[in-house]
């Protein structure tokens, strides 16, 4: 019986011994997509994110009262917007689209919602739910509270895509909090985003790449790796607009583009210069930034793209949300499985009291399942706690997960290369380490369980054979 499996069943056994609500929802939630919650600072970019990764502008980006309220994005037959209140209760909300967001009628104070739920019918979010949180360290501490209780209730969030500006110790301290401290909280589930990145390196042409040095910077920190393994730099608003960009958005910047390059010069030097006595102008500003209306002028003056279509691409291969979107694939969806096993048995026990021989049996199904052992060394290794050569440690991790679960993520494999000779030969070489006689207790026992990961690699391939 596999993690999920074994999961359930506990699960089951839970509802019908206690009738729990909050275990009745921890049940159905196997069966869910995967939630992760996009969180970080105050105007860090979360929203713009959240548009960016659905590839329509559903969450409104000003400071509106709904901003103040977690908001979950789930797929649906047909748009509509259901309010959890605090006191239990749920109503639908009536909404409108302006300017494409959501604009939700509350008719309330936005203290007396627990959350909001947009339904969207999207392809994209079958595969997982996305959360946007208010601003963590808000000038509200009320507000910045929410998030903070949300992602530590119940297990509430799978997975978390978290922002950074500039690393900050608040940074770190929140990913700490979201992990629990201990060795359950796994690195695996978080993402971090060095968020409106083309502001990085000042809105230059050479603004990302700017940014994926800082990025680089931020993986090789040890104290973030350990709680977030990979940073990736995404200018959110231009992969927004990549996803929705219209023809007179286009048109705009070609008609900036067919200008005499030194009037070209003169009008990209600032926003405001940009911007000035033309309303169009402005709304492209506001759509794409400075960044963005600098690479369009670009492209469309030297002949790279010649259509709304082609600008469109363009503006979505720049600003990194095609890597997000690999790395949320890789990272989180390929280990959906026992993520939300994991928040399942979190949500067991914090309903049942310490005793019970279900949070027994929760314990031995984490003991137990080899992909809760995975997780504890992936802490271990990154944390220091377990001392390998760096070959051996960059190997351990990747084929412990830690830069994906699938296959070849694991193996470090391309397309063409043979999956199970790959996973045959790491098996026979870590068993080789597991016992030799110079192996520490640590390292033996570490050893062992990378030759179980590459054994159920072989097995799986020969099954496809």
Known sequence: MNLLAQTRDLLDRAVAATGDPRLVRARRRLDEPLRVAIAGKLKAGKSTLLNALIGEELAATDAGECTRVVTWYADGPAYAV?????DGTAEARPFTRRDGAVRIDLGRPAADVDRLEVRVPSARLRRHTLIDTPGIESLSADVSARTHTFLNRDGRADAVIYLLRHLHGGDVRFLEAFHGGGEGGTSVNAIGVLSRADEIGGCRLDAMTAA?????????????????PVVVPVAGLLGAAGATLREEEFRTLAQVAALPM?????????ADRFAAGSEQ???????????????????????VVTDSAGLAAALTEHSGITRLRDLLRTHLEGRAGVLKARSALAALDACL????????????????????????????????R???????????????????????ERLGLTGADDAGAAAREAQARWQRLAEHPLSNRDLRTAARAVARTCEGIVAGQNQQG
């Open 281 to 303: 102008r402005r709304h492209v500003l506001t759509r794409v930034g400075l960044f963005g209306v600098r690479l369009s002028t670009r492209l469309i003056h030297e002949g």
């Open 82 to 86: 259901t309010s959890y209140l605090r």
């Open 262 to 270: 030194d009037h070209i010069v003169e009008l990209l030097l600032t």
């Open 212 to 228: 994926d040095r800082v990025a680089d910077r931020y993986t090789a920190d040890l104290r973030l790796r350990r709680l977030c």
């Open 386 to 408: 377990l001392t390998l050569a760096d070959d051996r440690r960059a190997e351990m991790d990747r084929l412990l997960g830690g830069s994906g679960g699938g296959v070849s």
């Open 353 to 384: 009291a310490p005793g019970s021989p279900l949070v027994a049996d929760a314990e031995r199904i984490r003991a137990g399942a080899h992909e809760f052992v995975e997780l504890r060394l992936l802490h271990q290794l990154r944390s220091g």
